[in-house]
T-cell receptor, first 108, second 111 residues
Framework: DAKTTQPPSMDCAEGRAANLPCNHSTISGNEYVYWYRQIHSQGPQYIIHGLKNNETNEMASLIITEDRKSSTLILPHATLRDTAVYYCIVWSVGKLIFGQGTELSVKP | NAGVTQTPKFRVLKTGQSMTLLCAQDMNHEYMYWYRQDPGMGLRLIHYSVGEGTTAKGEVPDGYNVSRLKKQNFLLGLESAAPSQTSVYFC??????????FGPGTRLTVL
């Protein structure tokens, strides 16, 4: 299973874009990149996923490099409610393998 | 739709006791999963199921058993609870490769 590496913590000013990086250098060609977040002790919440192309939905954008070895999650206008732990996950054979994630703190 | 529900929400056990956690989903999802989360850690996959009557081991399966007799239910059993199994347990379901939907969690303490 491909492993992901994320910075343990990041800060972002409210209203600014939050750019969360993730390295997944051992990713295979048929493995998806997923992003989830976990607020306090709630169950994780799906954000977005992609295979090769960049993706955008109402919550965020996902930029995947051409060699697929890294990706960036972009929250375009971060709010205080976006403070959470963000997990970058490589989906393989129906399983999500969570890493430590990035603790994002959005500050006023 | 209730989504994914977990029963119970909280439980305290003594070492050596047994219990079963119930996960139910009403989204007709094929895949179901059990995770545990220890303080300050990410989620770790215990067992998962790719369909009714099937189960498979995840990262940390020791000390747990599971059953998927009905498509909508996924049971996690602890036969002889140990303090190391004190954790928050999350259940999830999905229709891959789409998103997983998570339940609210069960907080288990083993004394």
């Amino acid at each position: 299973d491909a492993k992901t590496t994320q910075p343990p913590s990041m800060d972002c000013a409210e209203g600014r874009a939050a750019n969360l990086p993730c390295n997944h250098s051992t990713i295979s060609g048929n493995e998806y990149v997923y992003w989830y977040r976990q607020i306090h002790s709630q169950g994780p919440q799906y954000i977005i996923h992609g295979l090769k192309n960049n993706e955008t939905n109402e919550m965020a954008s996902l930029i995947i490099t051409e060699d697929r070895k890294s990706s960036t999650l972009i929250l375009p206008h971060a709010t205080l409610r976006d403070t959470a732990v963000y997990y970058c996950i490589v989906w393989s054979v129906g399983k999500l393998i969570f890493g430590q994630g990035t603790e994002l703190s959005v500050k006023p | 739709n209730a989504g994914v529900t977990q029963t119970p929400k909280f439980r305290v056990l003594k070492t050596g006791q047994s219990m079963t956690l119930l996960c139910a989903q009403d989204m007709n999802h094929e895949y179901m999963y059990w995770y545990r989360q220890d303080p300050g850690m990410g989620l770790r996959l215990i067992h998962y199921s790719v369909g009714e009557g099937t189960t498979a081991k995840g990262e940390v399966p020791d000390g747990y058993n599971v059953s998927r007799l009905k498509k909508q239910n996924f049971l996690l059993g602890l036969e002889s609870a140990a303090p190391s199994q004190t954790s928050v347990y999350f259940c999830a379901s999905s229709y891959p490769p789409h998103e997983q939907f998570f339940g609210p969690g069960t907080r288990l303490t083993v004394l």
